[in-house]
């Protein structure tokens, strides 16, 4: 099936960085196609309406727009030229340059949703912690209000093609798993693990049993227990239908031993993995976002995070 991603670039490293990424790992793929997506400065609206009787003003916005129109179309070819030196055909990239709307990330995600596209993939600008704390960048933006799209933040020069897939048997890990299955099938080099951290009962709401119920955390465990079996056995067939082989999956389950969003972050630097997947929501819904997707959000570095809602 013919997949669609949209890269945000602009001129910087960070952009390159991404470029890189999305090239090495769509290695062998021959239905993909990159849409290379940058936002031409916002235009003042001060200008836009002076211009419609101000024959001056209407010349200034010409020469505005003829700028920005010029300088978009040497940026994008320069992107472009750059993805075909790495491999991938000139047939298989597009260039949109659009004048910003009602925000770069809004019109980023905008466009992606009426062109129904697989995955965003944004560079992440160098952030200081307060930045970051605060989500102050468009790649940070646009995780924290892609609802629908999957996002990729793609954090330094990532040259590992291992995926860590975050999982909890919630319906955000399904979808997760789904898009992971539909993207790489055809790359032989990637290798996927599915990481589980077993709940424990202070991590859930469990006033309903009372707070002083000495069985709680064994209800807990023999809950989490059954989710992630039948989980596992129908993320094994998914996988196998998405043509991915049994050798490139591994499964790893581990007992709490910190935060779990600290935990992922600690197994994706200790086995060397390139890209990190988390749900948007867990199995608690709301909670798994402000807890641990937007831990890891805040925290990873080196490597790249899918974000899927």
């Not at 001060?46 to 211009?51: C, S």
């Not at 070819?77 to 949109?96: L, S």
């Not at 466009?111 to 995955?119: F, L, Q, V």
């Amino acid at each position: 099936m013919e997949k669609k991603i949209l890269m945000a670039v602009d001129d910087s490293i960070h952009s390159h960085q991404s470029l890189r990424y999305a090239t090495k790992m769509f290695t062998g793929s021959k239905d993909v196609t990159f849409t290379l997506f940058h936002g031409q400065p916002m235009i003042s609206q001060y200008l836009l309406d002076e211009a419609r009787t101000d024959p001056k003003a209407n010349a200034s916005l010409k020469k505005v727009i003829k700028k920005n129109t010029a300088e978009a179309q040497r940026l994008l070819e320069k992107q472009k030229e750059r993805m075909i030196t790495m491999g991938v055909p000139d047939e298989r990239i597009e260039m949109v340059a659009q004048q910003r709307m009602i925000g770069l990330s809004k019109d980023i995600l905008e466009y992606a949703r009426k062109g129904i596209y697989d995955a965003i993939v944004v560079g992440r600008r160098g952030l200081s912690r307060i930045q970051k704390t605060f989500m102050g960048s468009t790649s940070a933006e646009l995780l924290g209000i892609a609802e629908v799209v999957p996002v990729w933040m793609v954090d330094g020069n990532v040259t590992s093609q291992r995926i860590l897939v975050a999982v909890d048997g919630s319906e955000s890990s399904y979808r997760a798993l789904d898009h992971v299955g539909s993207m790489f099938s055809e790359n032989p080099e990637i290798k996927y693990s599915l990481f589980h951290v077993s709940p424990d009962a202070e991590d859930i709401d469990a006033t309903s049993f009372g707070k002083d119920d000495p069985y709680i955390q064994d209800i807990v465990t023999k809950a989490s227990e059954r989710l992630m079996g039948k989980f596992f056995a129908d993320a094994e067939q998914k996988l196998k239908e998405a043509g991915i082989a049994a050798d490139r999956v591994e499964i790893i389950t581990t007992k709490p031993k910190a935060k779990v969003g600290k935990m992922i972050l600690e197994e994706a630097k200790k086995a060397n993995y390139g890209t990190v997947v988390v749900g948007r929501r867990g199995a608690d819904r709301a909670h798994f976002f402000g807890s641990v997707s937007r831990y890891v959000t805040e925290r990873i570095t080196d490597r790249a995070l899918w974000l899927v809602a």
